[in-house]
């Protein structure tokens, strides 16, 4: 982080870092204690990195509420006398507390209503623009991160498989897995018909992975030398893809992303036996 060696550091100058990275976390009815009040829960990070006084505290807590959209009067109130929507949005008041440089977003949307996620999701966007943060956002929702991210990572059993920036992930993947990750994604135009990829077996277990290329006891396109060795990493374009078939697929269109993506879809499809199916 930063040019930092981050598993490296200790005491005070990991302290130190700490208040730089946040965390939202994954469910607003876990995360926040039920015992305290939203003046506590914001002002206990504010306190153990010893930032200002009590008056000072008390005004950088209602600055971080203000943000998320939440009113100063919530300060002496307690996290069942509020929806998710509003406890998320102290979740995240209280990251944006310690004026962070990168928040981790755990799955930050998939715990809320529906109706809820977008005005969440629109708060990200926008505080990531005001304040210039930048997020690391894990997330199972493909439209979401299309709308959030810069740079998507693709993983499978703990390993980066696909990276790119993502306007380019989204017109011209690369891994299989990646594709069929977008063959499930609906669609809202009845007459746009999708070939569903569906994947065989079960995930393996990550404590356990397979040998060779981790995908390739479920990858319809695996072949010998994918059960042998693991790929390496291809990079083009800031383009990066663990794969043996897509790697040849690059080479063979001699490195233009498009035409290899759309063959990779053809072998897909080729060898996926799941009927047309309109989504």
């Given at each position: 982080?930063?040019?930092?060696?981050?598993?490296?550091?200790?005491g005070?100058?990991?302290?130190?870092?700490?208040?730089?990275?946040?965390?939202?976390?994954?469910?607003?009815?876990?995360s926040?204690?039920?015992?305290?009040?939203?003046?506590?829960?914001?002002?206990?990070?504010?306190?153990?990195?010893?930032?200002g006084?009590?008056?000072t505290?008390?005004?950088?807590?209602?600055?971080?509420?203000?943000?998320?959209?939440?009113?100063?009067?919530?300060?002496?109130?307690?996290?069942?006398?509020?929806?998710?929507?509003?406890?998320?949005?102290?979740?995240?008041?209280?990251?944006?507390?310690?004026?962070?440089?990168?928040?981790?977003?755990?799955?930050?949307?998939?715990?809320?209503?529906?109706?809820?996620?977008?005005?969440?999701?629109?708060?990200?966007?926008?505080?990531?623009?005001?304040?210039?943060?930048?997020?690391?956002?894990?997330?199972?929702?493909?439209?979401?991160?299309?709308?959030?991210?810069?740079?998507?990572?693709?993983?499978?059993?703990?390993?980066?498989?696909?990276?790119?920036?993502?306007?380019?992930?989204?017109?011209?993947?690369?891994?299989?897995?990646?594709?069929?990750?977008?063959?499930?994604?609906?669609?809202?135009?009845?007459?746009?018909?999708?070939?569903?990829?569906?994947?065989?077996?079960?995930?393996?277990?990550?404590?356990?992975?397979?040998?060779?290329?981790?995908?390739?006891?479920?990858?319809?396109?695996?072949?010998?030398?994918?059960?042998?060795?693991?790929p390496?990493?291809?990079?083009?374009?800031?383009?990066?893809?663990?794969?043996?078939?897509?790697?040849?697929?690059?080479?063979?269109?001699?490195?233009?992303?498009?035409?290899?993506?759309?063959?990779?879809?053809?072998?897909?499809?080729?060898t996926?036996?799941?009927?047309?199916?309109?989504?």
């Amino acid at each position: 982080f930063d040019g930092l060696e981050v598993l490296a550091m200790r005491g005070a100058s990991m302290r130190a870092l700490r208040r730089r990275m946040q965390i939202v976390f994954q469910d607003p009815y876990g995360s926040l204690n039920p015992r305290l009040c939203v003046r506590a829960i914001l002002e206990e990070g504010l306190i153990i990195h010893r930032q200002g006084n009590a008056d000072t505290r008390l005004k950088r807590i209602c600055w971080a509420l203000d943000r998320t959209g939440m009113s100063s009067a919530s300060l002496q109130r307690y996290p069942h006398e509020f929806s998710g929507g509003q406890r998320q949005r102290i979740a995240i008041a209280r990251a944006l507390v310690l004026e962070p440089e990168l928040l981790v977003l755990d799955e930050p949307l998939s715990a809320l209503d529906v109706s809820i996620q977008a005005q969440v999701v629109n708060l990200l966007v926008e505080l990531r623009e005001q304040l210039g943060l930048t997020y690391l956002f894990i997330s199972h929702d493909l439209s979401v991160v299309e709308y959030v991210a810069d740079e998507v990572a693709v993983m499978y059993l703990g390993r980066i498989v696909e990276r790119a920036p993502s306007a380019q992930l989204y017109s011209a993947p690369l891994h299989p897995y990646t594709l069929a990750l977008f063959s499930a994604v609906p669609s809202i135009h009845p007459q746009q018909r999708r070939r569903r990829i569906v994947l065989p077996g079960d995930v393996p277990s990550p404590s356990r992975p397979p040998p060779g290329c981790r995908f390739h006891p479920r990858c319809p396109l695996a072949e010998s030398v994918c059960g042998e060795v693991d790929p390496p990493a291809v990079t083009l374009e800031d383009r990066l893809v663990h794969c043996h078939v897509a790697a040849r697929e690059i080479a063979q269109s001699a490195g233009n992303l498009a035409t290899a993506s759309a063959r990779m879809a053809e072998l897909l499809a080729v060898t996926n036996k799941t009927p047309t199916e309109s989504v």
